[in-house]
């Protein structure tokens, strides 16, 4: 984007931001569903990153008791005095790694073979896919938690993580059915998702500081700062309601809003 964004493109980034990072309904269809709704062009670097760091603050509050564990099980045991406890905080960690390692490996095939530039009409047939997915409802219900996950378990979402880098597959849907899909509660499948999305968002904002290198784009500080508010705030609210959907199984709720969305897309990708 060439020039300053206002601070009203702020605010609604921000607000856009914090619902579609966690909420399960894609955010890449949304900035492509916004860009046709307001003629919007892309949005400047480092304004991308600073709602990156928000919305990562607001995981991070969420499962800080997690966090905290899963630090203080490390460093005890490279003093050499981890206990029962403690190795079982490091399970968590490395069934993480080993995730996020098959979501690297996904992802870059998937970049190797698929256009670089997603059409409209691709990007809304992926969001009817991501409505299709929060519709799975296991018969047997599930018991597995993030401390019992097996390794197998968590390359399974590792791998359907991805799946979710393409747009229009929203990251948190795909993840959380996986879990759940592979053995996990719904709560524990909301929990291993979300820390799962700690190093997805570091990756992403990493990357993105990468690109942001040279970009001589200006963004105000206001515009930063409201931005970025806007994004924690009502990434704070959609991730506690999140958690409260998939407490009470109702994630298919976002399927229907899913399709309306995809038809629109479908509409304008005509036009």
């Given at each position: 984007?060439?020039?300053?964004?206002?601070?009203?493109?702020?605010?609604?980034?921000?607000?856009?931001?914090?619902?579609?990072?966690?909420?399960?309904?894609?955010?890449?269809?949304?900035?492509?569903?916004?860009?046709?709704?307001?003629?919007?062009?892309?949005?400047?670097?480092?304004?991308?990153?600073?709602?990156?760091?928000?919305?990562?603050?607001?995981?991070?509050?969420?499962?800080?008791l997690?966090?905290?564990?899963?630090?203080?099980?490390?460093?005890?045991?490279?003093?050499?005095?981890?206990?029962?406890?403690?190795?079982?905080?490091?399970?968590?960690?490395?069934?993480?790694?080993?995730?996020?390692?098959?979501?690297?490996?996904?992802?870059?095939?998937?970049?190797?073979?698929?256009?670089?530039?997603?059409?409209?009409?691709?990007?809304?047939?992926?969001?009817?896919?991501?409505?299709?997915?929060?519709?799975?409802?296991?018969?047997?219900?599930k018991?597995?938690?993030?401390?019992?996950?097996?390794?197998?378990?968590?390359?399974?979402?590792?791998?359907?993580?991805?799946?979710?880098?393409?747009?229009?597959?929203?990251?948190?849907?795909?993840?959380?059915?996986?879990?759940?899909?592979?053995?996990?509660?719904?709560t524990?499948?909301?929990?291993?998702?979300?820390?799962?999305?700690?190093?997805?968002?570091?990756?992403?904002?990493?990357?993105?500081?990468?690109?942001?290198?040279?970009?001589?784009?200006?963004?105000?500080?206001p515009?930063?700062?409201?931005?970025?508010?806007?994004?924690?705030?009502?990434?704070?609210?959609?991730?506690?309601?999140?958690?409260?959907?998939?407490?009470?199984?109702?994630?298919?709720y976002?399927?229907?809003?899913?399709?309306?969305?995809?038809?629109?897309?479908?509409?304008?990708?005509?036009?």
């Amino acid at each position: 984007m060439t020039g300053s964004l206002t601070l009203f493109e702020s605010v609604f980034l921000g607000i856009v931001q914090g619902l579609t990072e966690f909420l399960p309904v894609s955010s890449s269809g949304h900035l492509v569903l916004a860009r046709h709704l307001f003629d919007m062009p892309q949005v400047p670097l480092l304004f991308d990153v600073t709602l990156h760091v928000a919305t990562l603050i607001v995981v991070l509050f969420f499962y800080r008791l997690y966090v905290w564990n899963i630090a203080r099980a490390l460093f005890a045991f490279l003093k050499g005095r981890a206990d029962k406890d403690d190795y079982g905080y490091l399970r968590i960690l490395l069934n993480l790694f080993l995730a996020t390692c098959a979501t690297v490996a996904v992802a870059l095939v998937l970049r190797k073979i698929l256009p670089e530039k997603e059409s409209v009409s691709q990007v809304a047939v992926l969001m009817y896919v991501t409505a299709a997915l929060l519709l799975y409802k296991p018969v047997v219900k599930k018991e597995g938690t993030v401390h019992g996950m097996r390794v197998s378990q968590a390359l399974i979402v590792g791998v359907a993580q991805g799946f979710g880098t393409l747009a229009g597959i929203s990251r948190s849907g795909v993840t959380i059915t996986a879990s759940y899909a592979a053995g996990l509660a719904r709560t524990e499948a909301g929990t291993f998702s979300f820390l799962l999305s700690i190093p997805a968002i570091l990756g992403a904002l990493v990357l993105t500081l990468v690109s942001a290198c040279g970009e001589s784009a200006s963004v105000s500080t206001p515009a930063l700062f409201i931005g970025s508010i806007s994004a924690a705030i009502v990434g704070f609210f959609s991730l506690k309601m999140l958690l409260w959907v998939i407490e009470k199984a109702k994630l298919w709720y976002f399927s229907i809003y899913l399709v309306c969305a995809s038809t629109l897309l479908l509409l304008f990708a005509q036009s």
